[in-house]
């Protein structure tokens, strides 16, 4: 597998203008001869859909819901970074770029986050031109808050709903080019398969979830923006019907699987109240911005937080982060309530949960301006906990909430498969080891609304339009193994509901492959998860037909395909032996508990190719070089 | 808790559907709905028999997926409130519960508690949208947008297209969901230029995709999810007078004017 990031030469902040005009271009009159498969309506997937069909691409769009509106991106809550400096505090492209590739721990590509920062001011103008309602100043501008990992104020947002009104946004836009027919929306269908031909992905087999019918698509190129897999952990922040299918497919075709081990646990989410529970929901990170986190200094204090008083309180972010406090990154804050709470101070049943307490901020601004910042999301607290926190802290925990890791791409968001590119949290792209606050969306919208778009000619100027149909012998080849595959899931008649292998599954990741890993829970991961697959493949239960609307059979296939993707995880985290970011090693950190990297040996990428079932994949490494920002031990202090 | 379910069964648009009845002996107050109907799932899984299909994705209210006609009430009891944060501690020890899927002739049953929604994607496709393509845009802080305007248009876009306006009305009316975004888009300086030709594209579509007409409920209102007010209809009636208005020859321009 080669491993070719195609980073152009020069300065870091010409690369992207000097590439685009390398780049070759696709005559306008022939962009319509070209036809481009896009799966995923997210942000990603949605801002590259409607701007390749605006350039005159034919363009395909699929999702597994039954709209693109619905998208997973839609529940992103706090907000998106830009580095527009409006608040005159010190801003910049280059400070962007600098906060994301030290927050993410100097384990993503200088260029591509160099790119990404500068991009991010393109997004803010776009949004706004299409009717993005945004929160304002009374003076008519655009208003910000801070997100942690920062200590400039960047973020844009829209009340609580930042992701929903983005993706709006984006839908929009589709589905304006859907009714001037540039787009074919496929909703309610679910990607599952990459069909290759002649060396490159050639298209993709499809199953109409409504009827079940299975069907093909050949295009000149296929983008992936399917978003993460976080439930692989079972429980998690994603949307249930999230998963991994598309890109763990894909690597099955030959696209290298980058950092599958890198994945970020939200310190502040709800805390688990019972078995029967489904999802977690996230408490959003710009709750930081006036919240504060601590926990009883005295191990099972017993009184309600309120009688509590300040000199019984360890705001222990404060404590140990002075210049970052509350807003230090995630993984740091994930890390110090599992250090709390493991060590016996936590709250709530269980002991699993510290308090994120509003007392002071709404005695500083008034209830009125905290309900104004936050109302939304305190209404959403109190319907699941049955607690008010205006009156009371909220209780909260870490939760599996964003990968990291993702399919391998270059400089041009292309997979190690030629015409293959992914987009958004499906590439393992540019947060490294560990994702910002608000740069998800940011990402998502960079990646389709002005990467791709430029990209994507450069690969197809290169190859001649069409030359290959639905009726090609590899389509019909990939056509059979999908349904092979879904004939043996179909007469699945076991006596395990699908559901309780996946909850079981998400258990053995949490305890050995989540906030904490060593090597001795990974081996034992490593050993249980194969045994799990084999139960699962002889005595998990699928009712109904293959050629129906079948949601047991839908689940039942993307559990069977974490369960397989589940054990590239643990090797991936078993390999890299070092703490970086989201990864924490428990073997490796320093005195005070922080991650400790090991430079020498691991500032790379590590890709993993598929080497056929029963096989051990193979480990690549894409070294890392950091040009502009100077490798240094993370300090939020 | 102890529940009594009769659930909505139907095979397709075209066959006819039935109740089922379920009794759910162990329900925590603590669950959700759909949790709830999770554990009821499990259990006809478990048995062989196929689980009853309903839709469900973010769990959180906001991809407005989710669409429960509870005991006759669209997302259940509690108002302001999707399916899927509706809790059972909403409803007492011992309750009998109807569930059926939306009803409305724009939204054909396909499985169960699943319609094809579909016909509000439609509606958007008539101009729910600014016509501005990627990259030709102005700086984002060049128009400054009054704040009162801002928050306004953000309570109309708070919609999540979930349908329960359409399912609660008497007529299968999408006047909410259709005045919602066209106040969300019209209250921005963004929005405006196009705004008489969106209007009355967005109106006849909606009446193209088979919804039916506002005869002033209100029930729509009590339905929604995101407490989106009616007073955003009384303004698309406004705005849809003075747009039929304009002289015949601008407006079928614009129309023609894609
Ligand atoms: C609760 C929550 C809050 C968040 N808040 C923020 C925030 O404030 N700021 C921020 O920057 N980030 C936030 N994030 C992260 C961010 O929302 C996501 O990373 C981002 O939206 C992902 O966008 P995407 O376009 O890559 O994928 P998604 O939005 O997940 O979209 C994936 C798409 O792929 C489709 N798909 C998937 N698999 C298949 C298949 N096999 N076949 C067909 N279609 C398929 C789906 O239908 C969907 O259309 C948050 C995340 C969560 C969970
Ligand atoms: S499941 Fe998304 S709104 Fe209910």
Redesign the pocket.
């Known amino acids: 597998m080669e491993l070719n990031a195609r980073i152009p030469a020069g300065p870091i902040e010409k690369k992207w203008d000097k590439h685009r005009f390398e780049m070759k271009l696709v005559n306008p009159a022939n962009k319509r001869k070209y036809s481009v498969i896009v799966?995923?309506?997210?942000?990603?997937?949605?801002s590259a859909a409607a701007s390749m069909a605006e350039l005159g691409y034919q363009v395909k769009s699929?999702?597994?819901?039954d709209s693109?509106r619905?998208?997973?991106?839609?529940?992103?809550?706090?907000?998106?970074?830009a580095a527009k400096n409006y608040q005159n505090d010190g801003d910049s492209i280059y400070r962007l770029f600098y906060d994301t590739v030290k927050g993410g721990d100097f384990r993503a590509r200088e260029a591509n986050v160099y790119r990404l920062a500068q991009v991010s001011v393109n997004i803010i103008d776009q949004c706004v031109a299409q009717g993005v309602p945004f929160a304002r100043e009374y003076g008519g501008l655009l208003a910000n808050r801070s997100f942690g990992g920062a200590q400039v104020s960047r973020t844009f947002y829209a009340r609580g709903q930042?992701?929903q009104q983005l993706?709006l946004g984006a839908y929009q836009a589709l589905e304006r080019q859907i009714s001037a027919g540039r787009v074919k929306m496929f909703p309610h269908?679910?990607?599952?398969d990459v069909v290759v031909a002649g060396g490159r992905a050639r298209g993709i087999v499809?199953r109409d979830l409504k009827t079940g019918r299975i069907t093909s698509h050949a295009a000149d190129a296929v983008v992936l923006?399917?978003?993460?897999y976080?439930p692989v952990y079972y429980l998690?922040?994603?949307?249930v019907?999230?998963?991994v299918?598309?890109t763990y497919r894909a690597y099955r075709r030959g696209a290298g699987f980058a950092n599958p081990a890198f994945t970020q646990i939200h310190p502040t989410c709800i805390p688990v109240s019972g078995d029967h529970q489904s999802k977690l929901?996230?408490m959003?990170?710009?709750l930081r911005n006036d919240g504060r986190i601590w926990v009883p200094k005295e191990k099972g204090d017993g009184r309600p937080a309120n009688q509590i008083p300040e000199s019984d309180r360890d705001y222990y972010l404060e404590r140990r982060y002075p210049s970052f406090g509350n807003l230090s990154p995630r993984d740091v804050a994930s890390r110090a309530a599992k250090e709390r709470c493991d060590a016996g101070y936590g709250v709530g049943p269980g002991g699993l949960g510290v308090y994120l307490d509003f007392a002071d901020a709404i005695q500083r601004h008034g209830r009125k301006v905290i309900e104004e910042r936050y109302g939304n999301l305190f209404e959403m607290y109190q319907r699941i906990t049955d607690e008010n926190p205006y009156e009371v802290p909220m209780r909260i925990y870490p939760a599996p909430?964003?990968a990291m890791g993702g399919l391998w791409v270059d400089y041009n968001l292309m997979s190690t498969v030629p015409g293959l590119f992914v987009?958004?949290?499906?590439n393992f792209s540019d947060h490294g080891a560990n994702r910002l606050?608000?740069?998800?969306?940011?990402q998502?919208l960079a990646d389709?609304y002005f990467i791709i778009p430029n990209t994507i000619g450069d690969f197809l100027a290169r190859n001649a339009p069409g030359g290959i149909s639905e009726d090609a012998p590899e389509f019909a080849a990939v056509t059979d193994e999908v349904q092979q595959r879904l004939n043996r899931l179909v007469s699945l008649k076991g006596r395990r509901t699908v559901d309780s292998f996946h909850r079981e599954l998400g258990k053995i990741m949490w305890d050995r492959c989540g906030m904490g890993r060593n090597a001795q829970g990974l081996r034992e991961a490593l050993q249980r998860i194969p045994a799990l697959r084999e139960e699962f493949w002889k005595d998990a239960i699928v009712t109904g037909e293959k050629e129906d609307y079948n949601q047991s059979l839908e689940r039942a296939g993307r559990v069977a395909d974490f369960l397989e993707f589940a054990e590239l995880m643990c090797l991936d985290a078993l390999n890299r032996e070092e703490s970086c970011g989201g990864h924490f090693r428990e073997e490796y950190q320093t005195a005070e508990g922080e991650a400790q990297r090991d430079d020498q040996n691991f500032c790379h990428a590590a890709v993993w190719e598929f080497k056929g079932a029963g096989n051990a994949p193979q480990r690549h490494i894409e070294p890392l070089n950091f040009e502009y920002v100077q490798l240094t031990q993370r300090s939020y202090k | 808790m102890k529940i009594t379910l009769n659930v909505w069964r139907q095979r397709d648009a075209s066959s006819e559907g039935s109740f089922e009845t379920h009794q759910l002996d162990d329900v925590s107050p603590d669950m959700s709905f759909l949790e709830m109907l999770d554990v009821l799932n499990r259990r006809l899984e478990a048995e062989g028999k196929v689980p009853v299909a309903f839709e469900s994705d973010c769990r959180?209210g906001i991809c407005g997926v989710c669409s429960l006609m509870i005991s006759g009430q669209a997302h259940g009891p509690e108002s302001g409130t999707t399916t899927c944060q509706l809790h059972m501690r909403s409803f007492k020890d011992g309750d009998t519960i109807f569930v059926e899927p939306w009803r409305a002739k724009a939204f054909p049953v396909i499985r169960d508690l699943v319609t094809d929604r579909s016909s509000l994607d439609r509606v958007i496709q008539c101009g729910g949208y600014v016509s501005v393509n990627t990259g030709s845009v102005p700086e984002a802080n060049s128009v400054q947008v009054a704040k009162e305007n801002a928050d306004k248009a953000m309570d109309a876009a708070a919609c999540i297209g979930c349908g329960a306006c359409v399912a609660a009305c008497p007529n299968g009316s999408a006047m909410l969901f259709t005045a919602a975004k066209l106040a969300h888009l019209s209250l921005l300086p963004q929005g405006k230029p196009e705004h008489e030709r969106r209007i009355k594209r967005m109106v006849e579509g909606m009446d193209a995709q088979g919804f039916g007409a506002c005869t002033n409920h209100g029930e729509c209102q009590e339905a929604c999810p995101k407490l989106i007010s009616i007073e955003f209809i009384a303004k698309m009636n406004r705005d849809y007078i003075k747009a039929s208005l304009l002289p015949e020859h601008t407006s079928s321009e614009l129309l023609k004017a894609q």
């Open positions: 799966v995923g309506t997210g942000l990603a997937g949605a699929f999702c597994y819901q693109p619905r998208a997973h991106s839609i529940a992103a809550q706090g907000g998106i970074n930042t992701g993706l269908t679910e990607m599952l499809v923006a399917t978003g993460g976080s998690s922040t994603n949307a019907g999230c998963n299918t598309a929901t996230l959003s990170e710009s909430h964003y987009l958004g949290e499906a606050g608000a740069s998800a969306l940011m998502g389709g | 959180e």
